[in-house]
Structure formats: structure tokens, C-alpha cells
């Protein structure tokens, strides 16, 4: 046993809103294979991991993390506390080795939740302000996923993720690197962080250049700011939409991502955690739903937002009514927004139409 699989072995989850027992997942959604396309690996990490990775990383007693140092991090109010907390988990993610023990921990959740395939961002932009070896980060996530894949079973692509407000030259050499390792299981790019800091429109030129090297398109957008982030995201043509939910106060925008069919990546317990959406009465999932736009559901950062995947869509199946049927539709979205290969699509469809619904 790998050293990766050997620490998998303590793996230790943040509690979830499915796993309190306040949103149980019925046994139709657990059988459901599903796809997570909107899953950052930093935020997948558990508090007591963070505690392992500051102990490992032979800090002072006084000042390494405590595992209540650890919870109360993960606590906010709004988006920008939000931000705070992701820079300070990535300043313990610091080796190769690092990134190994998260990716193969990230992976051995996702076979619990039967998340079958997961497109994952990882924080490139991040990786490269800190001046890190991007190369030992990027062998130690991908030992991570090829050990998950082995033990687990669980398919993984990167998608490698600039950060908006970091600006347009530091994004392109995220895009250099997603060029340089695209055939090493790196299917995409993005956009994150700071939206209003961050326009769209700087990124024009990267993204054309990841295109026309082969790479898919994404961005999170509309967000934290309206419905002209999401404009600004379809004029890049990003193939996938991160969040979007300001794009329910735009009716021409959700005719066109309904008649161009964008798959939305919405991620409700996020959104409710960074104030992005005030109540969940009020988030648009449902709306877009009704008006025919491609949804997904997804988690985000998981630990961070004490959510699982399994929870979201118990979360959504219970509080905006959909049926089993419904469910079955979201998670098929889940697949067919995918960037996997048809035939790959195809196969993983089969077996989420194979599920039978329990009829009492």
C-alpha cells in the first residue's frame, strides 16, 4: 500500500448536513451514480486534516492548528470570509505529498457518495503566487488520482483554475500549465476569486488560447455580481457556468443559456454560506429548472461548507419539491455536462437509468 492509501485509511470528514441526519439522502439518491463538475480539491479539505498536514509540516506546538483552530476557520458570514479561509488552508498545502493525501481522500469520499466521475478545480493561480513547485504539486495530485482511481474507482479530470483578481498575465500562465499538462488528465480551464476585481474580458485572449490548444472552457460567474458576469462568461465562450444564479435577474440571459443549453454548475449550500444567495427560498434552482436551462448540482468545497454532494441533492429534493424522476434528470445533467468522451457519457447514463425507484 501506497503512502497515499495508507493515510487514506484515517480519513476524517467534515459532518454534513446529510450526515447530522437533518437532510438523510433516501436510498434512491444514494444509488444514483452521479458526476461532481464543480468541486475545488483545497476545499475538500477536512479539519482534521488540516491538523495532520500542520503537525507534518513540523511546525512550533504554539503555533501549529488545533482541530478547534481548524472548525472555527471554516465559519463565515459572507463571501469574502470565505476567501480568507481558502487562502489560509492553501497556506498548509505546501509538498507534493500534500496534494497526494488530499487527492486521494477527496476521491475516497466521493466513491462513498457514489460520485462516479468528478471534474475538479484546483487553484492553480494560487499555486504559482505562492511560488510553489508546480511540478511536485502536480505529480503528487496526480498520484493522489491515479491511486484513488485504482482503489476507488472513481474517474478524474483537472481543470486548472486562475484567479480573477490576481489579473490577466498571472492567468495566462495558468493556461500555459493546463496547456503543457493536457495530456496528463487536465481537460480544462477557469476563472475564480474576485469577480468584480476580476472582468471577464481580461481573460479574452487566454482563453483563446487554451481553445485553440484543445482545452474546455469554464468560469465561475454571476456569482457575487449580476447577471453581466455571466454575459461576460458567454463572451468567452465558457462551456459551463459556475454558480450563475445572478442570471435569474436577467429573463433574456436564462432564454439564452436555456436555448444554448450551458450546463449551470449550482452549488445551493454554497451560496446560502457566502450570503451569494440571502435564503434558500430564494435561490433560483428551481426557476432555472422550470425554464428548461441545463442544471447540475454540486458541493463546491465541500468540507468548507459542511456539505456533501449527496447532501445537496437531498437538500434540493426536499425543500424545492422535485421527484425521484427529477433527480434521476439532474443527475444525468451531471454526466452530459461532463467533458468526458460520448461513449464514456453513454455508459455512465446507462447506469443512472437503471435505478429503479422504490415504490411503497
Known sequence: ????????????????????????????????????????????????????????????????????????????????????????????????????????????????????HAEVYVSVGVCLWKGMDFAAVFEGMERGREAGERDFGVSLLWIFDAVRHFGADAGQKVVELAVRYRTRNVVGIGIGGDEARGPAEWFAPSYRYAAEHGLRLTAHAGETTGPESVWGALNLRAERIGHGIQAAKDVELMDVLAERQIPMELCVSSNLQTGACPALAEHPLREFFERGL??????????????????????????????????RELARNSFEASFLPAERKLDFLRAVDAVEVAHD
Do not use: C, W
Not at 459532518?15 to 444514483?32: K, Y
Not at 497556506?91 to 460520485?115: A, C, F, K, S
Not at 454532494?309 to 424545492?320: D, I, P, S
Open 294 to 327: 441545463m442544471v447540475t448540482l454540486n458541493s463546491d468545497d465541500p468540507a468548507m461548507f459542511h456539505t456533501t454532494l449527496e447532501g445537496e441533492y437531498q437538500l434540493v429534493q426536499q425543500h424545492f419539491y422535485f421527484s425521484d424522476e427529477q433527480m
Open 1 to 116: 500500500m501506497d503512502a497515499a492509501s495508507k493515510r487514506g485509511e484515517r480519513i476524517s470528514a467534515t459532518p454534513s448536513a446529510a450526515a447530522s441526519g437533518r437532510f438523510a439522502p433516501s436510498a434512491f439518491l444514494r444509488a444514483l451514480p452521479k458526476a461532481e463538475l464543480h468541486l475545488h480539491l483545497e476545499g475538500t479539505v477536512a479539519p482534521a486534516t488540516l491538523v495532520e498536514l500542520s503537525e507534518q509540516h513540523g511546525e512550533a506546538p504554539a503555533e501549529r492548528m488545533t482541530l478547534g483552530d481548524a472548525v472555527m476557520l471554516y465559519q463565515y458570514e459572507n463571501f469574502q470570509g470565505f476567501l480568507m479561509a481558502f487562502k489560509a488552508v492553501t497556506q498548509l498545502l505546501r509538498t507534493g505529498h500534500d496534494y497526494e493525501l488530499i487527492t486521494y481522500r477527496m476521491m475516497q469520499e466521493l466513491r462513498r457518495q457514489n460520485v462516479l
